[in-house]
């Protein structure tokens, strides 16, 4: 599916509002990671946080299970000649870092498609260095998506809501304690409409 969607979600990406989300986003764990980090994008769509970081001095690498977008996320790292680098990767499989090698990690709208969300949890929780900070992000139930200005996100968003089992929605509950389960303390945990987001640190 995310294949198909990946110019989609490059384009999207570009719209005014997602930029500043990005921003925000890369601001975020930017707040409590030194450059260079490293720092693991996991799930990076088209490789828009993965380049923010990039953008800031940051050593980052970004892991996508859809090969189309990993090429979109490379594209666009070549043509803003912003050194990132991206792999295909299914992150519901063990991770490619060693242990105790990362500084940071991003994890944003990935964790609500994998199959065992805890075992995610714990290989980041592996790869983080003492200190080292997670920053994930997991869609909450609401409505605002359901009207959105584009029928294909509106549909989208009506397929994740309608149909069981297609996503998890977690909330200001229950995603910090699936992290806190997995030996991370939380730092900090917000929600607001249609996400819910944690900075934990191994």
Same mark, same amino acid.
């Given at each position: 599916m995310y294949d198909c969607e990946s110019a989609a979600w490059g384009r999207r990406r570009d719209e005014p509002e997602h930029r500043e989300l990005v921003e925000r986003t890369a601001d975020e764990l930017a707040n409590v990671v030194a450059p260079p980090g490293p720092v693991a994008d996991l799930g990076c769509g088209p490789g828009a946080h993965a380049l923010a970081l990039a953008r800031r001095g940051y050593d980052v690498v970004g892991v996508d299970g859809s090969p189309g977008m990993v090429e979109v996320a490379r594209r666009r790292a070549a043509r803003d000649e912003v050194d990132a680098t991206f792999d295909v990767l299914? $992150?519901?499989?063990? *991770?490619? +870092?060693?242990?105790?090698? *990362?500084?940071? $990690? &991003?994890?944003? &709208?990935v964790l609500q498609h994998l199959?065992?969300?805890?075992? +995610?949890?714990?290989e980041i929780r592996r790869c983080l260095r003492p200190g080292g900070h997670l920053l994930i992000t997991a869609p909450a139930r609401n409505r605002t998506s359901l009207t959105s200005q584009n029928l294909y996100w509106r549909l989208r968003a009506a397929c994740y809501h309608l149909v069981p089992g297609v996503v998890r929605f977690y909330d200001t509950n229950s995603l910090p304690r699936l992290v806190e389960d997995q030996g991370l303390t939380v730092v900090e945990c917000s929600g607001e409409p249609g996400r819910v987001s944690v900075l934990a640190r191994a």
């Open positions: 299914d $992150v519901s499989a063990p *991770l490619r +870092f060693a242990d105790a090698s *990362l500084g940071g $990690v &991003l994890a944003i &709208l199959p065992c969300p805890a075992a +995610f949890i714990a």
